[in-house]
């Protein structure tokens, strides 16, 4: 089992290296001019010059990969090209409100998407079935953007009950004082006993939670079904059954409990789709997380920042699959 | 004409297996009914400049004083800002998605398909090399990947394709890999290496046609999710541009103007929601009655 988990991270580090390599690759395959762009579109020819010095990029390649590695291991992400300010420092500002979306919706993706799955597998072709499964195919289907959209004019526009976007109304920013501690609006306001930044955050979390969490949901629901369909055909099912078992007990505590190793691995998996998904709904709902940092990074390829993202996120789902690997080796099945 | 019975008799268990996969697939009601919207929008894609109602409307003209009009007997799901025909413009972005999806698909494939062969029959350093590769390319999720390289490469839709199908191809590589390890073992493939067969014409003439099948049909089951990458794609800017009647494009203009006129984001987002669902109904149903062990007689 140690030596599982110490293998598994050894590759992990190996992919990491490999996903820092591709986006060094990319950056320097772009047809653009990063040095035009830090000095500004009035720059003279001279002054473009010396910023390919500053920023090193009149060195050969390999050199400049290194220095980039040497930097990563820092925690330096270099800086932004427009607003010349460190990028690991503006992504860390940008991550709470995101982490805020992804737990959301991966609450949302365990309490409503495994109940789900498990009515639909013990009611096979029953309706109850044939609704979840439409309802879990569809969640996967909908293009999430347009979701939000429909959302927005339904509750907004039309209800009048919720707000647009971003994660406070102006006035609630300017009239109260923010608190600060985690950086996650709802527990600071909820620990500070700030009850109405805490009642407006709230309300602005509700669609785009709505948003993001759909995905998830139908996505663990179909997991789970097949899951467990699987070992509700299995023996000792069957001679649970014959022992006169009660159906809810079946299928709760034997079949659901064995079950859990992909379903596990579907919900860590998910949470890495919903952390890319957040890029959309962010853009819709004027969210100041990292969807947003990146959306506006792509508009005038700020290719740091851009880099700055894609290199988290892929650390983020590396792990995120490095946990889901360790999750299945748990199962005393499979550990070989 | 002997080697034509040959071929005859060996080719007949597999007719009578796809007629029995075509009966199963047929008698799911929810199957037969994504093959059918998949069949239909086919059509549709084909003859889109035909059929709509203002054929110019697609990517010339404008229509100003028709601006944002709602859905009427003349124009059926409205105008946009420039008073252009959004049915005409949905209808005409079928073709779009679905040839730009395929397109990236089969690109995908030809990547993916000789890399994975050569992994899984070479095996050794060759299969340990390509699939740290793809072991990379695993570890970016594939919409991320696809908006870094399609922000790098310069918005158009002819990147976003090149974009998607630079981050799908690891899949097919891993599938067919899988397949090809089982095939290295098997009896004809030993007796093609006993009579000298260089390895290349081993992997294309006699593995790549024997493991093909289960990577088609994952590919078609793919094509849904590669029609909502191209749409977030272009939705944020990096995809298709404008005039070009892309569903994601358009939803992304309407934003501006969506809370007054909703038909304007509504329809092209149904048109993808329709043609996502169909493909992934189909590919639910293609993997329940091709996989034996939840196909039920």
């Avoid at chain 1, 959209?149 to 102006?170: A, E, K, N």
């Avoid at chain 1, 860590?268 to 709902?285: C, H």
């Avoid at chain 2, 189909?282 to 996989?291: F, S, V």
Wanted: charged share 15%.
């Amino acid at each position: 089992m140690r030596s599982f988990i110490i293998r598994r991270l050894l590759l992990g580090v190996l992919v990491l290296f490999g996903a820092v390599l591709l986006t060094f690759v990319l950056t320097r395959a772009i047809p653009s001019n990063p040095a035009a762009m830090w000095v500004g579109p009035r720059a003279t020819i001279q002054q473009i010059k010396a910023a390919r010095v500053e920023l090193g990029l009149d060195k050969p390649l390999y050199v400049q990969f290194v220095k980039y590695v040497g930097n990563l291991l820092k925690g330096n992400l270099g800086n932004s090209l427009r607003s010349h300010q460190p990028v690991a420092k503006e992504l860390k500002s940008a991550l709470p409100a995101t982490m805020e979306l992804v737990f959301l919706s991966t609450i949302f993706a365990v309490f409503i998407g495994i109940p789900l799955g498990l009515i639909s597998a013990t009611r096979k072709d029953q309706w109850v079935d044939h609704l979840s499964r439409i309802f879990s195919v569809g969640a996967v289907s909908f293009p999430t953007f347009w979701v939000g959209l429909f959302l927005q004019l339904i509750f907004y526009r039309m209800l009048g009950v919720l707000p647009l976007g971003d994660q406070l109304s102006t006035n609630v920013k300017l009239l109260y004082t923010i608190p600060h501690i985690t950086g996650f609006l709802t527990i600071d306001s909820l620990i500070t006993g700030n009850w109405v930044v805490f009642k407006d955050a709230v309300t602005h979390l509700i669609l785009p939670g709505i948003t993001i969490g759909l995905y998830p949901i139908g996505l663990v629901a179909r997991m789970t079904r097949s899951a467990l369909l699987e070992i509700l055909g299995e023996d000792y099912i069957t001679a649970a059954r014959s022992y006169g078992l009660p159906e809810r007990m079946i299928s709760w505590s034997y079949a659901l409990k064995n079950s859990l190793g992909p379903t596990a691995t579907v919900v860590t998996l998910s949470i890495g789709y919903t952390l890319v998904n957040s890029f959309l709904v962010e853009a819709i709902f004027s969210w100041p997380g990292i969807g947003s940092y990146i959306a506006s990074a792509v508009v005038c390829l700020d290719y740091p920042a851009i880099i700055g993202v894609t290199i988290f996120s892929a650390c983020a789902y590396i792990f995120l699959n490095l946990v889901a690997d360790i999750i299945i080796a748990l199962d005393p099945r499979v550990r070989v | 004409m002997k080697t034509n019975i040959l071929s005859a008799k060996a080719i007949t268990p597999r007719i009578r297996e796809f007629k029995l996969s075509l009966f199963l697939l047929n008698r799911n009601k929810l199957t037969r009914l994504a093959l059918i919207i998949v069949l239909l929008l086919v059509v549709i894609a084909v003859v889109a400049p035909l059929v709509v109602p203002y054929p110019t409307h697609i990517d010339r003209d404008n229509n100003p004083q028709a601006k944002l009009l709602p859905p009427s007997s003349h124009y059926f799901f409205g105008t946009d800002e420039l008073g252009r025909d959004i049915f005409s413009r949905v209808v005409f972005g079928t073709r779009i998605s679905l040839e730009t999806a395929v397109l990236a698909i089969a690109l995908s494939l030809l990547i993916g398909i000789p890399l994975g062969a050569i992994a899984g029959f070479m095996g050794g350093f060759v299969d340990d090399f390509i699939m740290r590769i793809t072991d990379i390319f695993l570890s970016f999720p594939s919409l991320l990947l696809a908006i870094a390289i399609s922000a790098f490469m310069g918005p158009s839709l002819k990147n976003a394709m090149l974009a998607i199908a630079i981050s799908w191809w690891p899949w097919y590589a891993r599938l067919i890999r899988g397949q090809a390890i089982s095939m290295r073992e098997r009896q004809f493939v030993k007796a093609a290496r006993a009579i000298g067969t260089p390895p290349l014409k081993i992997i294309f003439g006699h593995i790549v046609p024997n493991c093909i099948a289960p990577v088609i049909v994952q590919a078609s089951m793919d094509l849904g999710g590669v029609i909502l990458t191209l749409a977030s794609l272009s939705f944020l800017g990096l995809g298709a541009q404008s005039p070009t009647p892309e569903w994601g494009l358009m939803i992304s203009t309407s934003r501006n103007y969506f809370l007054d006129a909703w038909w304007y984001s509504f329809f092209p987002g149904v048109a993808i929601f329709i043609t996502v669902l169909a493909f992934n109904l189909l590919g639910d149903g293609l993997r329940e009655t091709l996989d034996p062990k939840t196909r039920k007689l």
